[in-house]
């Protein structure tokens, strides 16, 4: 993931959009099992457990959904493998989604 802050727009892994495009962005975790084959956080996972047969740790992708104001989505994906919820690459990946967040936040005030 490449995520480059320009003056007036975004530009992720070579794709751009305005600030002024964006019309929200929210941290997504997205299921490991649909990731690339459905539209980008079409399935994501709220919580850490699911429960399907007993307790089981879902993996997931973190990432930010970036919508823009005709409804397509930006996918930024943060996470370059599979997380496990709270473990330590979540917790960082997670932390690193809130401060490109706070930055896509900051520039589309």
Known sequence: MCVKF???????DGKRCL?????????QNED???KGKTKPFT????GGTTFMAGAV?????????VTLK???VLP????NEKVLFHSDKYLSDLKE?????????????
């Open 6 to 12: 320009k003056d007036e727009y975004l530009e992720v």
């Open 76 to 79: 930024i994906y943060v996470s």
């Open 43 to 46: 399935h994501t996972i709220l």
């Open 97 to 109: 989604a809130e401060s490109i967040s706070s930055k896509i936040k900051e520039r589309t005030r």
């Open 32 to 34: 490991a099992h649909f």
């Open 70 to 72: 005709d409804s397509t």
């Open 19 to 27: 600030y002024s495009d964006i019309l929200k962005c929210s941290i």
């Open 57 to 65: 740790e879902p993996m997931m992708y973190v990432g930010i959904k």
